[in-house]
């Protein structure tokens, strides 16, 4: 942006106040006004020179060649004046002409003859003014020599060259490269002789605060100076404007005028833009047009091409435009001024900014730019109806899926639903929007997933199916429930299996669906064909404890599905659940796995947490804690809303929880455990895992009391879902456990009597194992006999941490029963100590190492606490199998696998 032009007779700088930098040099320019000082006193003496000053614009390169000039009329010296534009930079000898026109006496009939574009033999003008300045010394003043014209400056070389004996000098003021593309600095390398090369930088540190102190008649303080270097960017011409302005005004420099201060900074920088723009061509106006739209997207010889500026090199396109200030270098291209580009943006209509972003986007697109560039020109276009256009969308949506950046997807596929589209097309888009806006924008996803499941846009059955399964999946309240409802008394055939089948899912999950869905809701087959029913059956029947083969086979039924159906999330989850529950782990997890990677590729971010929580916790179970580990890790950095992930966070804590237990890790345990939680999730099953998991934080800790509240509520919760097994969370027993050593023994045993029950019905060997293993606790005969038990139990099972436990368990209690059975104990022992080869530091490879201890000294307990056989000492109140109780871990099946290894 250049400076302005007038030439001021006599003007000189105030002091004690910042100069307006259109009429004097600028403060700190004291070295060069000495120095030109001193060359126009030697032209007095008849001793010629050639003077550049460069510099961005802004610097105060025309103002110094300014106040050179009038110092030169102070001095009796004849000054020739010219100034070149952008708009006159296509006029051959423009400058020139300028030049030559006061010396219209003498050399006349060369104006005239330039003016009529003669091309004489010898540069026309040459010899009349070298004879003048032999008759009186002649300074030429040209300003903004960016904008010379080549025949100028050709012109000017040759008279450089011939005026080695004359008294003339010529100073040039510029940004430093002409439109033309010429070097116009070079004029000062083609003089024989006195050639000087000013190269103006920007304002330092101490300049800009000098330049506070005197416009404000005061030093401005630190955090002051700092924002007047941060919007002036060291621009003096910007700086010392806008310092004037805010002196007065009547502003002290100080930290609170700041924003005042930056302020004025905007206005005169967009001021300044405005004017440069107005100097603009046709042809630059239509390329910072283009690259205030897309210049940040597309590469300059796009942009040039957008503009219409077919023709022009991008050498001379970033020379013009860096030559008026408005854009600025980076890297290989240019961007336009921020300011500039706000006041050029400003002057387009809406429609006029879209149909360059459409046209952009075409050249984009068939230039084989990347989808993100294509994406990002389309999000600012109108709809155009071209066969690319979608799918460039999608794709851009997708990355930005990828990168975690919902937000930016929502943009994505909300554009994209502004394209014309099929019925088909545009539910799929509306489905993809609400899975990104359940993360960006919650309540927009919560309200676009009911109006898919209500089918208000007449969407297919199928989409609708898959949108209440993401909605309740993700915890999405009582609107989306209602929707279902009303889906569900409209849906036949198929579409209705399906609509059932998820409704039960929500039913299962909490006491809040099973409220909004049981008067109405048709029960399940008892025996459904459908494969999400069958998942849901599946559930619903493991939950009651009912035939554990007939659970198995829904299962397998579910997650086998129909390939010519769209399969469901929920339900396929259920089957996983009911096939950990029936000690099918592998399959269980191969099923989780599959979900998992349907549900990445798709892209659904927001339903992958729940799946993954529930994989942590069969890992855990299967004693796999590293696997476990980076499972929690996984869902825990997942992008999601609080709200909506509420019961997943609960359940993924209560994993961590027990995790963190079993690993040794007390302290996070315990801090994980005290954390609040919402009061809406307190109604989602999810709430009755966290309960157990804070009980065996407190039963570690020895509040029994505590633990024993917590658990009749986790009881409370889970039989009101009518979930009954002991798989699912063995409250029972533990619930026992404290009551004993409360002293309440009938209630320990109902609740102990109730669990090997239950688990007896169920059959699987880890449930049962560990009924078994915690039923009789009261004395050393039954704690024996238990032991041995459960032991046997787990043998025709699953290797995990309960069998371990009770292997530990065995060991130290097998030494009451004699000598021999020390032996045996030690044979225990080494098979624990197997198990726990992976995790040398974890409790239960430590109990293994005291009971090897104690195996091999003779018994004696300290004083004050309760002795356990073998000599390992057990303080009063610990709780042996805490840990254990949440996760039955399962291994290798079979007696063969007894050495197998398993993460403790």
Same mark, same amino acid.
């Given at each position: 942006?250049?400076e302005?032009?007038?030439?001021?007779?006599?003007?000189?700088?105030r002091?004690?106040?910042?100069?307006?930098?259109?009429d004097?040099?600028?403060?700190?320019?004291?070295?060069?006004?000495?120095?030109?000082?001193?060359?126009?006193?030697?032209?007095?003496?008849?001793?010629?020179?050639v003077?550049? =000053?460069?510099?961005?614009?802004g610097?105060?390169q025309?103002?110094?060649?300014?106040?050179a000039?009038?110092?030169?009329?102070?001095?009796? @010296?004849?000054?020739?004046?010219a100034?070149?534009?952008?708009?006159?930079?296509?006029?051959? +000898?423009?400058?020139?002409?300028?030049?030559?026109?006061?010396?219209?006496?003498?050399a006349?009939?060369?104006v005239?003859?330039?003016?009529?574009?003669?091309?004489?033999?010898?540069?026309?003008? &040459?010899?009349e003014?070298?004879?003048a300045?032999?008759?009186?010394?002649?300074? @030429?003043?040209v300003?903004?020599?960016?904008?010379?014209?080549?025949?100028?400056? +050709?012109?000017?070389k040759?008279?450089?060259?011939r005026?080695a004996?004359?008294?003339l000098?010529?100073?040039?003021s510029?940004? *430093?490269?002409?439109?033309?593309?010429?070097?116009?600095?070079?004029?000062a390398s083609?003089?024989?002789?006195?050639?000087?090369?000013?190269?103006?930088?920007a304002?330092t540190?101490?300049?800009i605060a000098a330049?506070?102190a005197?416009?404000?008649?005061?030093? *401005?303080?630190?955090?002051?100076?700092?924002?007047?270097?941060?919007?002036?960017a060291?621009n003096?011409?910007?700086?010392?404007?806008?310092?004037h302005?805010?002196?007065?005004?009547?502003?002290?420099p100080g930290?609170p005028?700041?924003?005042?201060?930056?302020?004025?900074?905007?206005?005169v920088?967009g001021?300044?833009?405005?004017?440069a723009?107005?100097?603009?061509?046709?042809?630059?106006?239509?390329?910072?047009?283009a690259?205030?739209?897309?210049?940040?997207?597309?590469? $300059?010889?796009?942009?040039?091409? $957008?503009?219409?500026?077919?023709?022009?090199?991008?050498?001379?396109?970033?020379?013009?435009?860096?030559?008026?200030?408005?854009?600025?270098r980076?890297g290989a291209?240019?961007r336009v001024?921020?300011?500039?580009?706000?006041?050029?943006?400003e002057?387009?209509?809406?429609l006029?900014r879209a149909?360059?972003?459409?046209?952009a986007?075409?050249?984009?697109q068939?230039a084989?730019?990347?989808d993100q560039?294509?994406?990002?020109?389309?999000?600012?276009?109108?709809?155009?109806?071209?066969p690319?256009?979608?799918?460039?969308?999608?794709?851009?949506?997708?990355?930005?899926?990828?990168?975690?950046?919902h937000?930016?997807?929502v943009?994505?596929l909300t554009?994209?639903?502004?394209?014309?589209l099929?019925?088909?097309?545009?539910?799929?888009?509306?489905?993809?929007?609400?899975?990104?806006?359940?993360?960006?924008v919650?309540?927009?996803?919560?309200?676009?997933? *009911?109006?898919?499941?209500?089918?208000?846009g007449?969407?297919?059955?199928?989409?609708?199916?898959?949108?209440?399964?993401?909605?309740?999946?993700?915890?999405?309240?009582?609107?989306?429930?209602q929707?279902?409802?009303?889906?569900l008394?409209a849906?036949?055939?198929?579409?209705?299996?399906?609509?059932?089948?998820?409704?039960w899912?929500?039913?299962?999950?909490?006491?809040?669906?099973a409220?909004?869905?049981?008067?109405?809701?048709?029960a399940?087959?008892?025996?459904?064909?459908?494969?999400?029913?069958?998942?849901?059956?599946?559930?619903?029947?493991?939950?009651?404890?009912?035939?554990?083969?007939?659970?198995?086979?829904?299962?397998r039924?579910a997650?086998?599905?129909?390939?010519?159906?769209?399969?469901?999330? =929920?339900?396929?989850?259920?089957?996983?659940?009911?096939?950990?529950?029936t000690?099918?782990?592998?399959?269980?997890?191969?099923g989780?796995?599959?979900?998992?990677?349907?549900?990445?590729a798709a892209r659904?971010?927001?339903?992958?947490?729940?799946?993954?929580?529930?994989?942590?916790?069969?890992?855990?179970?299967r004693?796999?804690?590293?696997?476990?580990?980076?499972?929690?890790?996984?869902?825990?950095?997942?992008p999601?809303?609080? #709200?909506?992930?509420?019961?997943t966070?609960?359940?993924?804590r209560a994993?961590r929880?027990?995790?963190?237990? #079993?690993?040794?890790?007390?302290?996070?345990?315990r801090?994980?455990?005290?954390?609040?939680v919402?009061?809406?999730?307190?109604?989602?099953?999810?709430?009755?895992?966290?309960?157990?998991?804070?009980?065996?934080?407190a039963?570690?800790?020895?509040q029994?009391?505590?633990?024993?509240?917590?658990l009749? #509520?986790?009881?409370?919760?889970?039989?009101?879902?009518?979930?009954?097994?002991?798989? $699912? &969370?063995p409250?029972?027993?533990?619930a026992?456990?404290?009551c004993?050593?409360?002293?309440?023994?009938e209630?320990?045993?109902?609740?102990?009597?109730?669990?090997?029950?239950?688990?007896?019905r169920?059959?699987?060997?880890?449930?049962?194992?560990?009924?078994?293993?915690?039923?009789?606790?009261?004395?050393?005969?039954?704690?024996?006999?238990?032991?041995?038990?459960?032991?046997?139990? &787990?043998?025709?099972?699953?290797? *995990?941490?309960?069998y371990?436990?009770?292997?530990?368990?065995?060991?130290?209690?097998?030494p009451?029963?004699?000598?021999?059975?020390?032996?045996?104990?030690?044979?225990f022992?080494?098979?624990?100590?197997?198990?726990?080869?992976?995790?040398?530091?974890?409790?239960?490879?430590?109990r293994?190492?005291? @009971?090897?201890?104690?195996?091999?000294?003779?018994?004696?307990?300290?004083?004050?606490?309760?002795?356990?056989?073998?000599?390992?000492?057990?303080?009063?109140g610990?709780?042996?199998?805490?840990?254990?109780a949440?996760?039955?871990?399962?291994?290798?099946?079979?007696?063969?696998?007894?050495?197998?290894?398993?993460?403790?």
């Amino acid at each position: 942006m250049h400076e302005g032009s007038s030439l001021r007779e006599g003007s000189t700088v105030r002091e004690g106040s910042a100069p307006r930098p259109t009429d004097s040099p600028l403060p700190h320019h004291g070295r060069e006004r000495t120095v030109l000082a001193a060359l126009l006193a030697e032209l007095t003496a008849g001793r010629p020179a050639v003077v550049t =000053l460069t510099g961005r614009p802004g610097y105060g390169q025309n103002a110094l060649a300014r106040w050179a000039a009038r110092h030169a009329q102070t001095l009796g @010296l004849r000054v020739l004046h010219a100034r070149a534009t952008p708009v006159e930079r296509t006029l051959r +000898h423009g400058v020139t002409a300028q030049l030559l026109t006061p010396l219209a006496e003498v050399a006349g009939e060369s104006v005239r003859a330039l003016a009529a574009d003669g091309l004489p033999s010898r540069p026309a003008g &040459l010899a009349e003014l070298l004879s003048a300045a032999r008759q009186r010394a002649t300074l @030429l003043v040209v300003e903004d020599a960016q904008w010379i014209d080549p025949p100028s400056l +050709h012109w000017l070389k040759a008279l450089v060259r011939r005026s080695a004996d004359a008294p003339l000098a010529l100073l040039a003021s510029g940004s *430093g490269v002409t439109a033309a593309g010429q070097e116009w600095p070079e004029l000062a390398s083609s003089a024989p002789r006195a050639a000087h090369e000013f190269v103006l930088a920007a304002l330092t540190d101490e300049q800009i605060a000098a330049a506070v102190a005197l416009a404000c008649h005061r030093p *401005g303080d630190g955090r002051f100076t700092a924002a007047a270097r941060e919007f002036s960017a060291g621009n003096p011409a910007i700086l010392y404007e806008t310092l004037h302005q805010f002196a007065q005004q009547g502003h002290e420099p100080g930290a609170p005028q700041a924003g005042v201060l930056r302020a004025i900074g905007a206005g005169v920088t967009g001021a300044r833009a405005l004017r440069a723009l107005r100097a603009l061509g046709t042809e630059e106006l239509a390329v910072v047009r283009a690259l205030a739209v897309c210049g940040d997207l597309l590469e $300059l010889p796009v942009v040039c091409l $957008l503009a219409g500026r077919r023709s022009l090199g991008e050498a001379r396109v970033c020379a013009e435009l860096e030559a008026t200030g408005i854009a600025l270098r980076s890297g290989a291209g240019l961007r336009v001024h921020p300011m500039a580009r706000i006041r050029v943006l400003e002057e387009m209509t809406t429609l006029e900014r879209a149909e360059l972003h459409a046209r952009a986007a075409e050249l984009a697109q068939r230039a084989g730019l990347d989808d993100q560039t294509v994406g990002a020109l389309l999000m600012r276009s109108g709809p155009i109806g071209a066969p690319w256009a979608l799918p460039a969308l999608r794709r851009s949506s997708a990355l930005a899926l990828r990168w975690g950046n919902h937000r930016r997807a929502v943009a994505f596929l909300t554009r994209s639903l502004a394209e014309p589209l099929e019925p088909a097309q545009r539910a799929e888009l509306s489905f993809e929007l609400a899975a990104a806006e359940l993360v960006a924008v919650p309540r927009a996803g919560e309200r676009r997933l *009911g109006e898919l499941v209500r089918g208000d846009g007449g969407e297919p059955a199928q989409l609708r199916a898959r949108a209440l399964d993401l909605g309740l999946g993700c915890g999405v309240g009582g609107g989306l429930r209602q929707a279902a409802a009303a889906a569900l008394r409209a849906a036949h055939g198929p579409d209705r299996a399906e609509f059932i089948a998820l409704c039960w899912s929500a039913v299962q999950l909490g006491p809040e669906g099973a409220e909004l869905f049981s008067p109405d809701l048709p029960a399940l087959p008892a025996d459904p064909g459908d494969p999400a029913q069958a998942g849901a059956r599946a559930w619903q029947l493991a939950a009651l404890v009912a035939d554990r083969e007939r659970v198995r086979t829904l299962a397998r039924r579910a997650l086998a599905g129909e390939p010519s159906r769209c399969r469901l999330v =929920l339900p396929r989850l259920a089957a996983c659940k009911a096939l950990c529950l029936t000690e099918d782990y592998a399959e269980a997890e191969a099923g989780l796995s599959a979900l998992l990677a349907e549900l990445r590729a798709a892209r659904l971010d927001v339903a992958t947490p729940q799946v993954l929580a529930v994989r942590a916790e069969l890992r855990l179970r299967r004693g796999h804690l590293a696997a476990a580990e980076q499972d929690l890790l996984a869902a825990e950095q997942l992008p999601t809303t609080a #709200e909506l992930a509420a019961p997943t966070a609960l359940y993924l804590r209560a994993v961590r929880i027990v995790l963190a237990l #079993e690993n040794g890790q007390r302290e996070e345990a315990r801090s994980l455990a005290a954390a609040p939680v919402a009061g809406q999730a307190r109604h989602h099953l999810s709430w009755a895992h966290l309960l157990f998991a804070r009980a065996l934080v407190a039963s570690v800790e020895g509040q029994h009391a505590k633990a024993a509240q917590l658990l009749r #509520e986790c009881g409370r919760l889970l039989l009101s879902c009518q979930h009954v097994n002991p798989a $699912l &969370l063995p409250w029972r027993s533990l619930a026992a456990r404290a009551c004993r050593l409360l002293g309440q023994h009938e209630q320990a045993r109902e609740l102990s009597a109730e669990e090997l029950t239950l688990a007896r019905r169920w059959g699987a060997p880890s449930a049962l194992g560990w009924a078994e293993l915690t039923a009789g606790q009261l004395t050393e005969e039954e704690r024996l006999g238990s032991a041995r038990q459960a032991v046997s139990v &787990l043998r025709h099972g699953p290797i *995990g941490l309960v069998y371990a436990r009770a292997l530990a368990e065995l060991a130290a209690v097998e030494p009451a029963a004699g000598e021999g059975d020390r032996q045996r104990a030690a044979a225990f022992v080494d098979g624990l100590s197997k198990l726990t080869t992976t995790r040398p530091g974890g409790p239960l490879a430590v109990r293994a190492k005291l @009971l090897a201890e104690g195996l091999a000294r003779p018994r004696r307990a300290p004083d004050g606490g309760q002795r356990a056989p073998g000599g390992v000492h057990r303080a009063p109140g610990a709780p042996p199998l805490a840990a254990a109780a949440y996760h039955q871990s399962p291994g290798t099946r079979g007696a063969g696998a007894r050495d197998g290894r398993t993460e403790n």
